[in-house]
């Protein structure tokens, strides 16, 4: 079956940090990967995705490529701010099926 | 645009008690999603509906759990009887499609079970 193993956390960093989160995954086909963040006291978002090999997802900053040679979805930013503080999760999602299935997810904090 | 409601935010029930939760997905939204979040883990689908129809509760516990989705809008979870390992947070999720698998998160029920 499908699934996702993400870095295990907690991540603590200063401000202006870089930050990288691995994710690797398992899958029978060729899914879509996903990046979701979650704010304190707030529901999963979607913050960026790739649908393919070699895709390059972006969004606020964070960015992810779609590695299937290495079966990876690790996500970078180059500058990290006390308001990116979180718990990121990464996901993959067959096409068509719809469901997810989800990495156990990486609190990061980042320090002033 | 509306995002997922879902209702209660909190609750805690006693075990062998009975509780349920709402959702209403964004209108327009074909696809609806249950998903169970344990602490420190990610969430793991209970149930996905298209429209009315259901398409996955291979997850489902049915001894215990149920849901429906009537007039393909908004859906209930049921949990009867409880048990304290379902304690969780209880995530609704929707989509226009299967598609891509993308999806829009409620802020989710909190569950206690004492």
């Known amino acids: 079956g499908n699934s996702v193993t993400q870095m295990e956390g907690p991540v603590t960093l200063s401000e202006e940090a870089f930050l990288t989160i691995n994710c690797t995954y398992t899958a029978t086909g060729y899914p879509s990967l996903f990046w979701y963040v979650q704010y304190p006291g707030e529901g999963l978002q979607l913050l960026l995705k790739?649908?393919?090999a070699d895709d390059k997802g972006s969004n606020k900053g964070f960015e992810a490529t779609y590695r299937k040679e290495t079966t990876s979805f690790h996500l970078e930013k180059g500058s990290v701010q006390v308001s990116d503080s979180a718990v990121y999760f990464c996901?993959?999602?067959?096409w068509g099926a719809g469901k997810s299935t989800f990495g156990d997810g990486t609190t990061l904090t980042v320090k002033p | 645009e509306a995002g997922v409601a879902q209702s209660p935010r909190y609750k805690i029930i006693e075990k062998r008690q009975s509780v349920a939760f709402w959702c209403n997905p964004i209108s327009g939204h074909a696809t609806l999603y249950w998903y169970q979040q344990i602490l420190g883990q990610g969430p793991k689908l209970l149930i996905q509906f298209q429209n009315n129809g259901v398409v996955d509760d291979s997850q489902l516990p049915k001894d215990r759990f149920s849901a429906e989705r009537l007039k393909g809008v908004d859906s209930t979870l049921k949990i009867q009887p409880a048990k304290l390992e379902d304690s969780a947070v209880y995530l609704c999720a929707s989509s226009v499609e299967p598609g891509q698998g993308e999806a829009f998160f409620g802020q989710g029920t909190r569950l206690t079970v004492v």
């Open positions: 790739a649908t393919k």
């Open positions: 996901a993959l999602s067959e």
